[in-house]
């Protein structure tokens, strides 16, 4: 089935400084979510791109669709608390979502 | 408000023993699925519903059975033959049967443990 490749698998950043996140696919994407957990929680959805080269942005949280549509990142500003959890990619294909490994955020104040 | 409930939030199976998560919706969505997810680990699909009276297998289906006799309500048994159960069992679900573009929206989760 599809594979969704994420690096890194954890981050660990003082606060303030950046964080970014990749997934990658071997193959043509239809589109890509992107989900964020909180310690002990469940995802919650946070974006979905679907155009080649899309950007688009959330107040501190930037995320991109590469004009291939085989890769995507979340780019986050200036990392605060609030950041920590777990950030996943998913991917649409046959009626089914392919979730990331995920890429574990801690953050030290 | 709408919202997607799992109960129970944590679970405890003895050797040999099926047990039963549930999942209600009351957002009117036609999708309904259910993930594994072990720790360090990403969701894994087990079972899936596009529509009442419909599922289909995910990835690692084995050891697992589902049923979506209403819209709102998609039971998955964890049976005797799943060796490995002990991991957090997320359901979701979205507002169309196919899931294309659309957000998944899931429940709090349930923990599955081995006595």
């Known amino acids: 089935g599809q594979q969704v490749m994420q690096i890194p698998q954890y981050q660990h950043v003082q606060e303030g400084e950046d964080f970014t996140t990749y997934c990658n696919s071997s193959?043509?994407?239809?589109?890509i979510q992107w989900y964020k957990q909180r310690p002990g929680g469940h995802p919650v959805f946070l974006i979905q791109l679907v155009k080649s080269g899309e950007v688009k942005k959330q107040k501190r949280l930037t995320f991109q669709f590469g004009e291939a549509k085989k890769n995507s990142s979340l780019h986050i500003t200036a990392t605060q608390t609030t950041d920590v959890g777990t950030y996943f990619c998913a991917a649409y294909n046959f009626n089914k979502f392919y979730f990331g490994s995920g890429t574990k955020l801690n953050v030290k104040p | 408000d709408g919202g997607i409930t799992q109960s129970p939030k944590y679970l405890f199976r003895k050797e040999g023993q099926n047990v039963t998560l549930s999942c209600e919706q009351n957002l009117n969505h036609d999708a309904m699925y259910w993930y594994r997810q072990d720790p360090g680990q990403g969701l894994r699909l087990i079972y899936y519903s596009q529509i009442v009276n419909d599922f289909q297998k995910g990835d690692i289906a084995e050891g697992y059975s589902v049923s979506r006799e209403k819209k709102e309500s998609f039971p998955l048994t964890v049976t005797s033959a799943q060796k490995n159960p002990t991991a957090f069992y997320l359901c979701?679900?979205?507002?169309?049967?196919?899931?294309?573009?659309?957000?998944?929206?899931f429940g709090d989760g349930t923990r599955l443990s081995i006595l």
């Open positions: 979701a679900s979205t507002r169309s049967g196919t899931g294309r573009n659309q957000p998944q929206h």
């Open positions: 193959t043509t994407l239809s589109n």
